[in-house]
């Protein structure tokens, strides 16, 4: 049995009072008492109350405590909020088990598919998932396909009609969770594929094909490409060649090149004689002119300029087949959306003034602006490693990163290879010149800024043509007032947009 795991999007503490000189002096005190006792009283409420290792949805709680001694604050909000928060919140959950019990269904299996639906659509979770696990999209996968793969490949094959949204899925999945998802694919439509066909197995190796092509950027190329093709229900009337020569014309088209180009470039890594090239790729090269459909026949480079929605915006009812989808899977896609994106690492904010120092030294730069895509999507992955160390940073994690790198909500993050112990290196040194410009600090070491400042919980809003921070304070904060440098509001040469910070 797994520990219990309570996710509040937001609390709300509302006391009247007499005037507001008396107001202004309960605000900090209520505070206190909030952080250092109510909140241990709701956790024990939910562990009590909430069922194990299911998940339990809740939108909306109110307990009214009524008349609060001043005198008596703190012990009369502890008395009084355990025993009305269990009532109110035992209704509540018993509502909720009769409303699943009428629509039928796995709750956890159905939040799992909006989870991979909103992270697909956007580049964002739902606020209550856990975004500091680098590897929540393929776990979720794996689970799906364990416990639901037929309404899992119901929402690929919708989300197959957006752009940008197998992409997501591909970098953010184990090859061995993709195997699994295009034998579900296939095994649902009519193509006649063996589980794992050696053509797919050697374009997987064939990243020479494209010049310039990283192997994992081809990588994601060619999966999200075979995918697509394996979301077609209806088989090509050539049967194994016609499903290749589909799945390299969409390959083709990922990676911004003709489908002659791709067919030419195989010849590096595939063999200068087409006819010993595995499988159908052999038959493919013989006549690539023949007809593909018509969802390929675009130019090159279209899928890269199909609008995605904006982080937590858009509606998905624009696409019928995706709406339609989520219909019939029970996925409700504005169950997660919000005006605010939630962010784990709010406190990447101290940092600002050292940022362009940082992307000059890695060489991302030229004359205060990024190189180009490849440099900014480094960059932002790059923010994400000084605020927690990771290597390899999900696109989800990266709301407020894009934000001070400069880039899109919209587009999908390719990062590249891990971190790089020469990038790691001058992150360090990055880091060490912020302590030591805050004399307030004194010896404190990385780990301990980290965990002190830039690991934060904030809420991140877009409103009058800038964005806007708020920061979950804590009792320590009092020193940010002594560092040499300011940060209500934040605007870079590369940024698009102002920041505004509350902390």
Not at 422 to 445: D, K, N, Q
Not at 490 to 502: G, I, N, Y
């Amino acid at each position: 049995m797994s520990a219990p795991r309570h996710q509040i999007r937001r609390q709300i503490l509302e006391v009247t009072v007499q005037d507001r000189e008396a107001a202004w002096r309960l605000q900090t005190e209520l505070g206190r008492i909030h952080t250092q006792r109510l909140e241990a009283v709701i956790d024990r409420c939910c562990t009590e109350l909430g069922a194990p290792d299911r998940l339990q949805r809740v939108a909306r709680v109110e307990v009214d405590l009524g008349q609060i001694d001043p005198d008596h604050l703190e012990r009369d909000l502890v008395d009084k909020l355990g025993p009305l928060l269990r009532e109110g919140l035992a209704a509540r959950l018993r509502e909720e088990d009769e409303e699943t019990a009428l629509r039928g269904g796995d709750p956890e299996v159905i939040s799992r598919l909006e989870l991979v639906a909103s992270f697909a659509r956007t580049g964002n979770l739902p606020w209550w998932a856990d975004s500091t696990r680098p590897r929540l999209l393929d776990e979720t996968l794996g689970l799906l396909l364990e416990r639901a793969a037929r309404p899992l490949v119901a929402l690929i094959r919708a989300l197959a009609r957006e752009g940008g949204a197998l992409a997501r899925i591909v970098r953010h999945s184990r090859d061995a969770q993709l195997w699994a998802l295009f034998d579900a694919l296939v095994a649902s439509s009519r193509a006649d594929l063996p589980s794992v066909p050696v053509e797919l197995v050697a374009l997987l190796r064939a990243h020479r094909a494209v010049a310039g092509a990283t192997p994992d950027g081809f990588r994601a190329c060619v999966w999200t490409g075979a995918l697509r093709t394996a979301c077609l229900e209806e088989s090509p009337s050539d049967g194994r060649v016609g499903f290749f020569r589909d799945a390299l014309a969409r390959i083709a088209l990922e990676a911004g090149v003709s489908l002659g180009s791709l067919l030419a470039g195989l010849h590096a890594p595939l063999g200068p004689n087409p006819s010993a090239w595995p499988g159908a790729l052999a038959e493919v090269v013989q006549s690539p002119g023949a007809a593909v459909s018509s969802a390929v026949g675009q130019r090159p480079g279209a899928v890269a300029e199909r609008s995605v929605r904006e982080a937590r915006g858009g509606d998905p009812s624009s696409d019928p087949g995706a709406t339609a989808a989520d219909e019939a899977l029970s996925v409700d896609p504005a169950h997660g959306d919000a005006d605010e994106v939630y962010v784990d690492n709010a406190g990447l904010v101290v940092l600002w003034p050292f940022l362009g120092h940082l992307f000059e030294r890695l060489g991302l730069f030229a004359d205060t602006q990024f190189k180009d895509r490849r440099a900014l999507h480094r960059a932002a992955g790059l923010l994400q490693h000084l605020c927690t160390g990771e290597l390899e940073p999900a696109e989800y994690q990266l709301p407020l990163a894009r934000v001070l790198s400069g880039m899109r909500m919209t587009e999908v993050f390719d990062f590249g290879p891990p971190v790089t112990e020469a990038e790691a290196e001058e992150c360090v040194r990055m880091l060490t010149a912020a302590i030591a410009s805050a004399p307030i600090l004194g010896e404190m070491s990385i780990a301990g800024f980290r965990g002190s400042f830039l690991v934060r919980k904030g809420a991140l809003s877009a409103r009058d043509g800038a964005w806007h921070l708020r920061v979950e304070r804590a009792s320590y904060d009092v020193v940010l007032d002594r560092f040499p440098w300011g940060m209500s509001w934040v605007k870079q040469p590369w940024m698009e947009a102002p920041l505004s910070v509350e902390w």
